[in-house]
């Protein structure tokens, strides 16, 4: 099922990989002094009876149940930080348009628009 998360198409901002753009040093969000990483890691790491969190977007995305929780287990990072760690090293070509789409599929608009102001759109 997850095989469909992971095609990508080429052109425009949605083939840049996700390794580049979100785990990017150089990259701003809209919140002042922000990176784009910790925007969607104040969305994702909340815990919510309402709102998916870093967790569901995981395995929307397909990793394992086992890494998720080896992810939800180190401390020293927030495991929103640590997925996209794990997607920078294992799944390197994963591109913005595979995210935007899982992130549409748990109705996470909020992060989408954070997305989308990074990038101009």
């Not at 920078?88 to 994963?94: L, S």
């Amino acid at each position: 099922m997850f095989m469909s998360y992971m095609s990508s198409t080429a052109g425009g901002v949605d083939s840049e990989k996700v390794k580049e753009v979100i785990t990017s040093p150089k990259i701003e969000a809209p919140s002042l002094g922000a990176g784009l990483l910790d925007e969607i890691a104040l969305g994702l790491d909340t815990t919510s009876s309402v709102l998916t969190n870093w967790h569901h977007l995981a395995m929307k995305l397909g990793v394992s149940r086992k890494t998720c929780l080896e992810l939800g287990r180190r401390s020293t990072q927030n495991p929103t930080s640590q997925l996209f760690q794990y997607f920078a090293a294992y799944r390197p070509q994963m591109t913005l348009k595979v995210l935007k789409k899982a992130l549409r599929s748990t109705e996470r608009n909020d992060l989408l628009k954070i997305l989308q102001n990074s990038s101009g759109e």
